[in-house]
């Protein structure tokens, strides 16, 4: 076993581990109830790599078929995980959270559609080969996290611009789920921007920083930072008021058109 491959094997490892503890500290702390998906993604990814442990050789059409039926999982777990992140960045403010939801939707189906689109003049139906699953999962998911891409830099400047008040859990989250997400974007945009000779390069990077992340989620989300409150960004006491009155204005204008 090659250098690489034996540094490859011992992150799959680590990342097993951590995102096991993380999920059943979740559990354990009674947590999972307030992070359902994320606690749910944890258990999924926990089982993924053990399963990626199993099935060994990429080569293999084994191998295959578990990637080409567990991709679409971790998909729908993305959209879960990030709609989760973003009620909780707006759990005083339904009526943007809905309008938000509602963008988000928009922008997947339409994404999603352009990438399809995209694959019809290259379909040969009943001709399908391995590298072309390959071809066509990258494209669909290029689109998917291109939309979730947009959608969490929302989220971040949300963070950033307006003091709303959230606990210390949910500013760790936020940041340590954009670090996870923008970096296995990059990697899936790497692989298609200069092929599968990257391919190793690549998922080595996404999975060291899929590692640290699951350790942060494990380490740093407490029952106490439930209760700690942050404000991002720091800025002076009538200014913020100032701010807080045009979000909630804003957010009781969604409402009443939601209702409508």
Request: charged content about 15%; aromatic content about 16%; overall charge positive.
């Amino acid at each position: 076993m090659s250098s690489g491959a034996r540094v490859f094997l011992y992150l799959e490892l680590l990342l097993a581990i951590s995102c096991g503890a993380a999920s059943l500290k979740l559990f354990a702390t009674g947590l999972f109830r307030r992070y359902r998906s994320l606690s749910a993604y944890l258990v999924f990814y926990f089982l993924y790599t053990i399963g990626l442990l199993i099935v060994g050789d990429v080569r293999s059409p084994l191998y295959m078929k578990y990637w080409v039926i567990s991709e679409p999982l971790l998909w729908l777990f993305y959209v879960l995980t990030i709609l989760e992140l973003y009620s909780l960045v707006l759990e005083k403010h339904p009526g943007l959270y809905t309008l938000g939801k509602w963008f988000l939707y928009t922008g997947l189906f339409v994404s999603v559609l352009i990438s399809g689109l995209t694959l019809l003049p290259h379909l040969e139906f009943g001709r399908i080969q391995r590298s072309a699953i390959l071809s066509y999962f990258y494209l669909i998911e290029r689109g998917l996290d291109f939309s979730l891409v947009v959608f969490l830099l929302f989220i971040l400047i949300l963070l950033t611009r307006y003091p709303v008040p959230l606990s210390r859990n949910v500013v760790i989250h936020s940041v340590t789920y954009s670090v996870f997400f923008f970096s296995n974007a990059l990697a899936m945009f790497a692989r298609v921007i200069f092929g599968l000779a990257l391919s190793r390069t690549v998922s080595t990077f996404a999975l060291g920083v899929s590692t640290v992340c699951s350790m942060i989620w494990f380490l740093l989300l407490t029952p106490g930072g439930e209760r700690a409150q942050v404000r991002i960004p720091w800025i002076g006491p009538q200014h913020e008021r100032q701010i807080l009155s045009h979000l909630d204005s804003l957010n009781a204008t969604m409402l009443k058109i939601s209702r409508k």
